[in-house]
């Protein structure tokens, strides 16, 4: 049986249903563990236990940033115990970062993580696209969109509406049925100290989904992630062993896998500048999978910087006007983010600002 077919997500936790049982994994930075941070842990875990949700940091996600940029091993042993563990339902990353790759040989010598997975709903973005990139190898469908620190931890005086309402979705229903532009979006917070703890973030009137180009209706399954990291897969600046390291694994898909999907790409706090943009589509392009691929879907920049230039460039380097692009989707790092479950069939709607997952 191919890996893709190895686990159906529908066919598991829909029986399943609800989701009680939570493993915080570390599995890029481990600033979850640190001193300074532990007063947004407390409130993150105050609202899951209020969910009715039981939270367990598996060993090494609160050893803390130093430890864990030295030791990826345990990192990747953490993920592993948390798929082996049969009480855990769901596993939740504690944030983002920007060297999860390094998992890589811990997870795929001697077929490791495909030896492990079983059918429990992993839910974590940004560096974490790495992980995604490698579960989908192993045959898991995942969710894109949310982690415990940005979302379940953030200081406002409750969790972000749009957010909460896609996460209680995912832990109630094991699934995301559709997705709508959110009302709002905020800026971002410029400090996370202490005294922010109930502070509302400033906020804006959202202008829901953007057609590009193309036709406003086109299907799918969804599939992608931060271009940040999906950069770094092939560019060495970041970390120079890096796009060997993602070639012997086999990291990327090949073109003929992107046949009929459709591409998330989202960008990072960093706030990618429009020329290094560019490039991260070029890299893309090279591969072959826009011709490939059914449609584009680009999140909303974080404060939407570079928002006008980001759209220009997704139809130029493109160069596919007949090719669908909708841009501002509520995922990834601009707030509030949405919930996309990758690999179901999904039917995307511009005109009636809906996206159906089937």
Known sequence: MPDSDRLCYYGAKTVKNMIRNIAVVSLSSGVVGEPF????????????????????????????LDYLREHPEKRAEDLLEAFRDPEIDMIL?????????????????????????????????????????MLRKAGLNTFYGQAFLPDICELS??????????????????????????????????????????????????????????????????????????????????????????????LFPDQEEWEGQILLLESSEEKMPPEKYRRALEYLKQTGIFRRINGILAGKPMDGAYAKEYKQLLTEVIGMPELPIVFNLNVGHALPHCIIPFGVDAVVDAEKQIIRFT
């Not at 997870?107 to 839910?123: G, I, M, Y």
């Not at 180009?213 to 062993?241: E, L, M």
Request: aromatic share 12%; net charge negative.
């Open 37 to 64: 941070i532990q007063f947004e842990v407390e409130i993150g875990l105050q609202r899951l236990k209020e969910l009715g949700l039981n939270v367990k940091f598996m060993p090494h996600a609160l050893m803390g």
């Open 157 to 250: 005086p409750e969790m972000l509406p749009y957010t909460r309402k896609y996460f209680e979705e995912l832990i109630s229903t094991g699934t995301i049925r559709e997705i709508t532009p959110a009302d709002t979006w905020y800026e971002q917070r410029e400090n996370f100290t202490p005294d922010q703890a109930g502070v509302p973030l400033v906020s804006h009137p959202n202008k829901g989904f953007e057609l590009l180009q193309g036709p406003p209706v086109f299907a799918g399954k969804i599939f992608g992630g931060c271009i940040d990291s999906i950069y770094d897969i092939f560019n060495g600046d970041c970390y120079p062993d890096m796009p060997a390291l993602c070639e012997k694994y086999h």
């Open 93 to 133: 990353c504690a944030i983002g970062g920007d060297d999860t790759y390094r998992l890589l040989p811990y997870l795929f010598e001697h077929d490791a993580l495909k030896n492990a997975v079983t059918d429990k709903v992993f839910l974590g973005f940004s560096d974490t696209t790495i992980n995604h990139l």
